[in-house]
Structure formats: structure tokens, C-alpha cells
Antibody
Framework: QVQMVQSGAEVKRPGASVRVSCKSSGFGFTSYYFHWVRQAPGQGLEWMGWIDPHSGGTNYGLRFQGRVAMTTDSSLRTVYMELTNLTSDDTAVYFC??????????????WGQGTLVTVSS | DIQMTQSPSSLSASVGDTVTITCRASQYINTNLNWYQQSPGQAPKFLIFFATGLQIGVPSRFSGSGSGTDFTLTITSLQPEDFATYYCQQSFSVPWTFGRGTKVEIK
């Protein structure tokens, strides 16, 4: 079955880090780019960046550079997103998404169910 | 960053109506424009890529048009399951950016 399944909800203190995982199945893991998108409560969608699991190459949005790291483990077919130095503004649902076209970033085709990250003291 | 401006921010319509949502980019993006549908509490669903390409499995009542800076999403014969929020998104340059969404509500 073609799907992406994310890890469960997290509650973190300000200044902490969080790592969200996204396990894929049903397609060639290294063939597609993976993206992370977040959505603050009641707000719109915000793209954070992508990773190419074939090369390990990444491209992060400027506002996240220095705080985000996207990695993959091909043996586990899993993509990870770590965000450091959390503030209350990072409270959001974080989605992983697989791209639509092989070996090229174009659109967000297959989405995980989302992971709520709450940052609170 | 490329700014994506969607309009309207919300609209009310009835089952069977035709609705049109517009999306304008702050600079040229060719046809690198995608559309998504999001229902409350759900992940977004991919609808249309490269401005006009209907994703497999998406009903043909959905259609997209446009190029350059101006784009539209049209839904003909609105169905109950179409009441949701719709987002446009450009993939022309990094960072990818989304419009702020259009909420389609039942009249």
C-alpha cells in the first residue's frame, strides 16, 4: 500500500528540539523527493524544505536554515525532520509529503497524516 | 520570496454550483502552479499540477487554467465533499510558497 505514516504527537519546552519521522511504503524510496510542510493552528500551509534521498541533498526555506535538518534512512524507508531551538511559534502540525514526479521536485503528491508538535512551558 | 495571492478568502455556494478560485503570483512562475484541497483535520490532498494537469483519481469537475502569474481553479457541479479549503502553491522557485487558502462553505 502506497502511504506515508508519521510519528505521534510531541510536547516540547521552549528551546528544545523535536524530531518527526515519516515511514513510507509501496514505492521506490530513493526515487522521489520528500518535503516537509507545517500548519500552525488555524493557519495556512508553510513549506519548510525538501530532501533527495538518492543524493542526500537538501534545500531548506531561508527562515528555517540553521534550525532544521532533514535526513533519511533508506534501510527503514523513513524520512526525518529535526527542528531545534523551538519557540511557541513552532507549535503546528507538521506534514511530510512525497513528490509527484521521479527524481525532481515539482508538487506534493502523497501526504502523511500529520504530527502535532506543541511547544509550551 | 514569491507571494501567492488567492481570492476570495472564502465563498458560500450550493451543491450543483460552479465556483472559481483565483491565484496570482507576485512574479512569473510559468505553469509551476499546483492546487490542493484540505478538509478540516485532514492532510491536504493533491488535485492539480503544472496549472492544468488533473491528478489521477481527482474528479473531472475540477479543472485548472492559467500561466505566467494568473491562475484559476474551477469546480463545476459542486458536490457535498467539495466543501473544504483550497490552496495554490508555486514550485517555480525556492522557497515554495502557498496562497493563504480559499474556504468553500455551504450556503
Amino acid at each position: 500500500q502506497v502511504q506515508m505514516v508519521q510519528s505521534g504527537a510531541e510536547v516540547k519546552r521552549p528551546g528544545a528540539s523535536v524530531r518527526v519521522s515519516c515511514k513510507s511504503s509501496g514505492f521506490g524510496f530513493t526515487s522521489y523527493y520528500f518535503h516537509w510542510v507545517r500548519q500552525a493552528p488555524g493557519q495556512g500551509l508553510e513549506w519548510m524544505g525538501w530532501i533527495d534521498p538518492h543524493s542526500g541533498g537538501t534545500n531548506y526555506g531561508l527562515r528555517f536554515q540553521g534550525r532544521v535538518a532533514m535526513t533519511t534512512d533508506s534501510s527503514l524507508r523513513t524520512v526525518y525532520m529535526e527542528l531545534t531551538n523551538l519557540t511557541s511559534d513552532d507549535t503546528a502540525v507538521y506534514f511530510c509529503a512525497r513528490d509527484v514526479i521521479v527524481a525532481s521536485p515539482n508538487a506534493l503528491y502523497l501526504w502523511g497524516q500529520g504530527t502535532l508538535v506543541t511547544v509550551s512551558s | 520570496d514569491i507571494q501567492m495571492t488567492q481570492s476570495p478568502s472564502s465563498l458560500s455556494a450550493s451543491v450543483g454550483d460552479t465556483v472559481t478560485i483565483t491565484c496570482r503570483a507576485s512574479q512569473y512562475i510559468n505553469t509551476n502552479l499546483n492546487w490542493y484541497q484540505q478538509s478540516p483535520g485532514q492532510a491536504p490532498k493533491f488535485l492539480i499540477f503544472f496549472a492544468t494537469g488533473l491528478q489521477i483519481g481527482v474528479p473531472s469537475r475540477f479543472s485548472g487554467s492559467g500561466s505566467g502569474t494568473d491562475f484559476t481553479l474551477t469546480i463545476t457541479s459542486l458536490q457535498p465533499e467539495d466543501f473544504a479549503t483550497y490552496y495554490c502553491q508555486q514550485s517555480f522557485s525556492v522557497p515554495w510558497t502557498f496562497g493563504r487558502g480559499t474556504k468553500v462553505e455551504i450556503k
